[in-house]
């Protein structure tokens, strides 16, 4: 039998299982992350105007650009690899989806220590300093999760929709509610009195690195791409889901960090250690110390409900780059659920390994600021893509069907999808400047080491496809 024959072959109808709610839950679970509250809240009233230029810059953009290409190209499976492809072909939409998920093998060991971290204020404290329970909580996150990511949509789904109401949405209510019962009994706020001045950042050359992380902040609002196929009515759903995704997104992180910031003085919030401590200070200013344990529950069950967002929505991109013929046949292995269960091993194994050496190396553990640097840049080159993708097709294909049409004819799509791509070139430009205090030197070799790294995580899918053979291309082979 030919390869053309076999290339037509179709693959693993999956399963038709998601609606708006879900498709929601899935941006919420990736993007929503009660760990960015803190940090946030040092800012004061000045938080507002820093999530108003991400919200502009960034979420307005990738929701509305998310919609009209997940509608335009329903049919097609792989997210952003689809978007892509369609615009700048075959090593345009894998490079997209690599570098998507290969930022996710830097990322996995950071969401990892997180939860075992704030686990521990559950069970222990004192656990946080141990590195064997760290390693251990973490594998068992990190394969549990890769277990649910095996038994396909139906199930992953179900855990995404409970773990995103228990571990994001009902912590920042909690928080919300908690401020609001403050500001209600009259104690005091730490913050000075509010006025539009109060709102307008600070921007400056100091406060220019801080720009990449408030771009970021929203990343993942593509998520539900992935899940194209999944989805029962995806030129209906997809664009509601969006803007509820969006909605929660912006309502909890906007008033749960202010809720923070009126309680926790700003010097405290630049000492805590992590997101438990500001909410171990938090609760027992509200004399409420209890509740810190069952809280920590909530948002550990968040971060975990974060890494299967991350874990599972890329690795599906990439299986369908297999299943092109862009990957060996190892890749292109899907069970019976329809889940690329060769990914998702592959990953598996790669982010245990750094895992292990993030957890029991300490030199690596101190370099590793510079890897997550690098994520910055890779999500920066995935999301310059969609933008870009998003402006061509307009004009290479201008009269496919779009359920979804971002409104405005040519120049709104110039300004939505011109905006997106300003902020996201200005991330990557603040990511290449290090923060704190350094010599010309050392931001020399920070640059250089940034540079390399970023070009050997994004490079890899020109390898393949220069190494592509006719036998790669075949039926996905599917488990029993």
């Not at 993007?31 to 960015?36: D, K, Q």
């Not at 492809?85 to 930022?103: D, H, L, P, R």
């Not at 700003?266 to 438990?276: C, F, I, K, Q």
Request: a neutral charge.
């Amino acid at each position: 039998m030919s390869d053309e024959t076999t290339a037509q072959k179709p693959a693993i109808s999956p399963p038709k299982v998601l609606g708006i709610f879900a498709l929601a839950m899935i941006n919420v679970a990736a993007v929503l992350s009660i760990r960015n509250f803190p940090s946030m809240a040092e800012y004061g009233w000045s938080c507002i105007g820093w999530y108003i230029i991400g919200t502009v810059m960034f979420l307005i953009p990738i929701s509305l650009a998310g919609a009209e290409l997940a509608t335009m190209l329903s049919d097609k499976g792989g997210g952003v690899y689809a978007w892509c492809k369609e615009a700048f072909g075959t090593e345009g939409g894998f490079i997209a989806v690599f570098c998507e998920w290969s930022n996710n093998l830097v990322w996995f060991p950071t969401v990892l220590s997180f939860i075992a971290m704030t686990l521990a204020f559950a069970l222990s404290p004192t656990l946080t300093n141990n590195p064997w329970y760290l390693f251990v909580v973490m594998m068992v996150a990190f394969w549990g999760t890769t277990a649910i990511a095996y038994f396909g949509e139906n199930v992953s789904t179900k855990f995404q929709n409970i773990g995103v109401i228990l571990g994001s949405i009902i912590p920042s209510i909690l928080i919300i509610g908690l401020g609001i019962f403050w500001i209600v009994t009259g104690a005091k706020i730490v913050l000075p009195p509010f006025s539009i001045g109060e709102i307008v950042p600070s921007l400056n050359l100091s406060t220019f690195p801080y720009f990449a992380t408030v771009i970021l902040l929203f990343a993942g609002m593509e998520m539900a791409g992935f899940h194209a196929l999944e989805t029962r009515n995806p030129s209906r759903d997809y664009p509601r889901a969006m803007a509820l995704s969006a909605v929660l997104i912006f309502a909890c992180t906007v008033l749960a960090t202010l809720a923070i910031a009126f309680v926790i003085p700003a010097t405290s919030l630049n000492l805590a250690g992590g997101v438990m401590q500001a909410i171990q200070y938090f609760f027992t200013t509200l004399q409420i110390p209890w509740a810190v344990a069952p809280m920590a529950v909530l948002i550990t069950i968040g971060g975990v409900v974060s890494l299967t967002a991350w874990l599972i929505g890329p690795a599906k991109g990439l299986g369908v780059v297999a299943e092109h013929g862009n990957l060996p046949p190892l890749f292109n292995k899907t069970n019976k659920y329809g889940s690329p269960v060769a990914v998702l091993v592959i990953q598996a194994l790669i982010g245990s390994f750094i895992s292990l050496l993030y957890v029991f190396l300490p030199s690596v553990n101190q370099a590793y600021w510079v890897l997550t640097a690098i994520t910055v840049e890779l999500l920066c080159i995935v999301y310059l893509l969609v933008f870009a993708s998003l402006i061509k097709l307009r004009y290479t294909r201008p009269d496919a069907p779009r359920p979804f049409r971002i409104p405005g004819g040519m120049p709104g799509i110039w300004i939505i999808g011109g905006m997106g791509i300003v902020g996201v070139i200005l991330a990557a430009v603040a990511g290449f400047m290090p923060t704190g205090n350094t010599t010309p030197l050392q931001t020399a070799e920070y640059v250089v080491g940034l540079l390399i790294g970023t070009f050997l995580l994004a490079v890899p899918p020109l390898i393949f496809l220069k190494m592509k053979k006719p036998g790669w291309v075949e039926t996905t082979e599917k488990e029993v």
